[in-house]
């Protein structure tokens, strides 16, 4: 699967703003981007000092900044708006602001600029409203994660794409251009994003393949887990899914699904998934680094997102439980052996062990697979 194909100078802008981040580990950055220590300071020196240009390896090229007249300013904000159609007068005066423009007018006096240029779609200002939001308290406790529908691309293959989105701060951890939804798929990017950002404490996704099972919980009070489950609880990642036929659980992947098809998907074609990958790359970038996001106050996603300090282990750690508690192979029916009696757990389970702890009713015993209560049993004494 096509990923992570992005230009040198992509990769060391996203590492210098997670870097600048407070409380950032910069030991543990420089490792995830296989750069050393010293190399890392270098950038970020050169990036406080110079800014992007900084960060190419040409040689320092001086900043054009004579005083800005109405007209240029004028041009400056008609090409930024033909560039990014779909941003506002609000967006474009942050990305002004922050590029230090003199002059920079305020969000009404753009408006009017773009209204006598006939760059404002009348449709999209009617829309526009205000709404309720919820988010997280800090990066990496809640990542949400799906696919968003396929889509044909000109060699007649289809692309499925992969996305992942930090809940606090709307970072887009992934957005994967792939030619399945197996989860197999799935595990094999989630390893790339775990190497390169850390794990997650939790992770929100859909109940269906294959992010869970259909029917997720049965009329037995049975947990049915998927494979892709299994091994994200065994990391140490609680997985919890969305309700059913409520997409608007995951309202800020439903949101980014959309920013995505109004700013990308709707513009062009790809003749291939290589290609594809490569304007997900570069359309990422703008996303996480230079476009303001109107729900977290205009800044850049890459200004609120710090990389998690829980590192991916290559080798998977073993399971560990408490000795109080009484350990049970599943078996090959995805039954379990207690107090003669047969229980069932759950096929996606077979050959895992799991724990039985006492509650505090008669007779109703927790089952748990790592640290996951996946049902309540009840056993005859």
Known sequence: MPFEIRTVMEQRLEMVKLAMQPGANLSQLSKRYNVSRRVLYKWLNRYSQEGLPGLADQSKRPHVSPLQTDISMEKKIIDLRRQNPEWGARKLRAILQREGKEGTPSQSTINAILGRNNLIKLEKSRQQAPVQRFEYSNPNELWQMDFKGGFRLLDKSDCYPLTITDDHSRFNLCLAACDNQQGSTVKQTLITIFRKYGLPDMILADNGSPWGTAGHISLEGETALSALEIWL???????????????????????????????????????????????FDKWRRKYNLERPHQAIGLKTPAELYKHSLKNFPEIMPQIQYSQTDIVCKVGSSGFINFKKQYIKVGKGLIGQHVALRPTATENIWHVYFCNQLIKNIFVNK
Do not use: A, D, M, S
């Open 233 to 279: 609880i065994q990391l140490q990642v609680k997985v919890i899914h969305g309700r059913f036929y409520h997409p608007q659980t995951q309202g800020k992947e439903e949101r980014f699904h959309r920013t995505l098809k109004t700013e990308l998907l709707q513009y062009e074609q790809f003749k291939n998934l290589h290609h594809c990958q490569q304007r």
